[in-house]
């Protein structure tokens, strides 16, 4: 069973703060995906990766940075923390020959 | 643009009725499709998933859908809800013919069992 572990389950963190959101599957797969989640919008697709060393933006990418440095591990990146980055956090990744998205559990970001 | 239209945002079902959650897409083309379920404190899972052929699909734990291009709709059904069931659901479009492309997905419908 594909596995994609996320950390922290839950973070707070300051208005102007940095927060490193982290990633890690170990699956093999080429690609990576961040989305959020909201109340009203479904999953929004932030940044999403095809491979170690690549970063490619989603629909929503203003305010996050994403980093790719292994085939493992993807992370999304606020520099400056906002209120209305508010959200759940979702990680996947992505098995090419079955099709299929593997999600984490989430990350509950809170922004004061 | 392609989208996902969730139109009913709860949905509220006796146990073993049958259930029916509505999806409506918004693609130029064939679109491929999914359902995931996202069950209380946990990401999300894939239900099933169509591409071009039979346009009823079978997904896992007796969760079907059937596409239509004509009514742009890919509804899930299930003939018997058991309270496990209780969890939200996402429909999703690929923009790129698969579901390595990227996926767009609807608001989702939570969905309530009753006793």
């Known amino acids: 069973e594909a596995a994609v572990t996320q950390s922290p389950r839950n973070k707070v963190a300051v208005t102007g703060g940095k927060v490193t959101l982290s990633c890690n599957q170990t699956n093999n797969h080429n690609n990576m995906y961040w989305y959020r989640q909201d109340t009203g919008h479904g999953l929004r697709l932030i940044h999403y990766s095809y491979g170690a060393g690549s970063t490619e933006k989603g629909d929503i990418p203003d305010g996050y940075k994403a980093s790719r440095p292994s085939q493992e591990n993807f992370s999304l990146i606020l520099e400056l923390a906002t209120p209305s980055q508010t959200s759940v956090y979702f990680c996947?990744?992505?098995?090419?020959?079955?099709?299929?998205?593997?999600f984490g559990a989430g990350t509950r970001l809170s922004v004061l | 643009a392609q989208s996902v239209t969730q139109p009913d945002a709860r949905v509220t079902v006796s146990e073993g009725a049958s259930l029916q959650l509505r999806c409506k897409y918004s693609?130029?083309?064939?679109?491929?499709l999914f359902w995931y379920v996202q069950y209380p404190r946990q990401g999300l899972q894939l239900l099933l998933k169509y591409y071009p052929g039979d346009p009823v699909v079978q997904g896992v734990n007796g969760f079907e859908a059937e596409f239509s291009k004509s009514n742009s709709s890919f509804h899930l059904r299930k003939a018997s809800v058991h309270w496990s069931d209780w969890a939200v659901y996402f429909c999703?479009?690929?923009?790129?013919?698969?579901?390595?492309?990227?996926?767009?997905f609807g608001a989702g419908t939570q969905l309530i069992v009753i006793p």
């Open positions: 996947a990744s992505g098995d090419f020959f079955q099709n299929t998205l593997y």
């Open positions: 693609y130029f083309g064939t679109p491929y």
């Open positions: 999703a479009v690929s923009d790129r013919g698969s579901a390595l492309g990227r996926l767009h």
